[in-house]
């Protein structure tokens, strides 16, 4: 591609982000203290803080008590009185929650995100049922990225130490997926129909963590790149990157806005450039080829480069321990996932069957989170 | 090294390490006797090897951590809960429990309360299909080296159709719990050798002046976390335990009250709160016992 098309590009996709950022519908303009009524279906799982479900519906922010419990896809009507919240959102607290018939929603795409929400709800609870806490909640985090139902504690040490990211399921969660798939379609199918399935089983996996913008990403990456390889075309892994961020602006600007989505945008380039470099930089090549210990040093490293200036910019500062911190417990991750993957699905049929499978992780859980601790 | 012996050896290590984990963390033959650290709110753990009995919940979650460290991982039976009242304070962190936990036998009332954690409570009893027992004065129950007597109500409560499914509404309707539930709260007794307890919920000085023990007692819970009417200077004087513990957290109702900190400290009875200690822990193998540092 010449200079001046790919210059062209980038200037139309600018120009299609402006426009969609213009027909964008505006946050709905209220008064502090107005009284709403919203009726609509719950599109996310609420997540359990303390005593108190949080979620939000119609782009209101919704805290209200622990029980009734609601769950993704419950149609609800909510009248209360709207707060203004510290980061410019409306907030409605512990207003009037009813559960609706009318809005009763039996689209096909429905059903179908509401049974995998189901799944993800029933996986959780094989953990909880198997392990102590806080080991189930972070595997809960590790598999799904929940981040429901963590004690307080011990999720103010994750945030310290810099390891928070390792309950929010992202593309590292994707290629373990992918590769997992892959690898198990291939003993029986042909290449491109192995593809095919693994590209399922990872929006399958997108959804059941949850839809969340990291995993959403990376979904869209890992599909990206499967094309590609499935058209016989080598990855591109940078230009998959970026047309996942182009694409996810598209359906929602408000995202270039959002920490998470910045820092999982930054941490990825951040792999994908920077991490080579450090490989291959001659004077240390011998630390970060260490077995084991070399290549998580090096991808937190590279990782961190690229979202220490977000990090400044919004916290105001990084923890100098998180390098560390996570060089020490990131290997754990991909045995967690493959142990919690097994004992989830197993799980669903038979509890104790799952249970069983559970307590190896237990001891990686335990390890990983005494380092936390340590640390924190 | 090929992948495979990677994952040979990693899995080796793992099984290893965990059953030297389980051999480690085995519990010793002491009972102990737990006050959760869970804010305002009650939650009693006793344990003796593998057995554990649990009273109240605390408000939420907490309990939970509480559960964690003082249960083997491999161990995810709790033999007995007991609810003593419906009250957020008490009830709020049981669903969890009862998700996460096999539980052998629940004690409590049969009756209903309108919260809507009660509702979730009894859908999870339902669920797990845990068996409840409603309880009254003079029962006793031997449980792994330890004995329970039940010292209040007087009578049964309710009927233990309100925890099947499908029992219908107006039949719910008829066991409502009274306006008063702290006054129905369930008084229990524990003794092991020598050591004996009382955990009386939150009853007030009413119901307090017509418990009576046989025994004399080491340990006594204040009930209401300190609340001015309960732990009537009558009643502490004839308890006279060598230890009061104050269950209690950030709260707006002033527990633990000024009046039952000076009847304590009048009749020179030691006592400790779970929002200055944390966690308070008691060891005993039947003759002697103290506080865990």
Redesign the interface.
Known sequence: MSPRNKLLIILLLIFLLILRWKTLPSLPGFLPGQEVRISDVLREEPKIIGSSQRFSLARIEIKTFRYPKYHYGDPLVITGTLKKGATGTWILEYPEIKETSQLQKTGIEHKILASISAWRRRIEKVYRFSLPEPQASLMAGIVLGSKSGFPSDFYQALRQTGTLHVVVASGMNITLVAIFLINFFLLFLNRRLALFFAFLGIWFYVILAGGEAPVFRAGIMGSLAFIAQGLGKEKAAIRGLIFAGVLMLFINPHYLFDLGFQLSFAATAGILIVYPKIKSFKKTRRIFSLPGFGDNLASTLAAQTLTLPIMVFSFGGVNPISPLVNTLVLWTIQWIMAIGAMAGLLGLFNQNLGQIICLPAYVLLTFFIKAVELFA | MTIKLKYLY??FA??V??VL?AVLVYPDQELHLIFCDVGQGDAILITKGTTQVLIDGG????V??C??NH?P??D?TIEMIILTHPDNDHL?GL?DVI???NVTQLLSHSLISE???F??FRDKIIDKKVPVYSPKAGDKIQLGGFALKILSPQERMGDELVWQKGTDEQVLGAYAYPDNTNEASIVTFLSYGNFDVLLPGDISSQIEGVIEVEKEIEVLKIAHHGSKYSSSEEYLERMSPDLAVISVGKNSYGHPTKKVLERLENLGIKMLRTDLEGEIEISTNGKEWGVIK
Do not use: D, M
């Not at chain 2, 408000?59 to 907490?62: D, L, M, R």
């Open positions: 990693g899995g793992l099984i390490a965990l984990g408000p939420n979650q907490k939970l951590s559960l964690a249960l991982f491999w995810r709020g669903p998700e996460r936990y919260s809507a954690i509702w979730a």
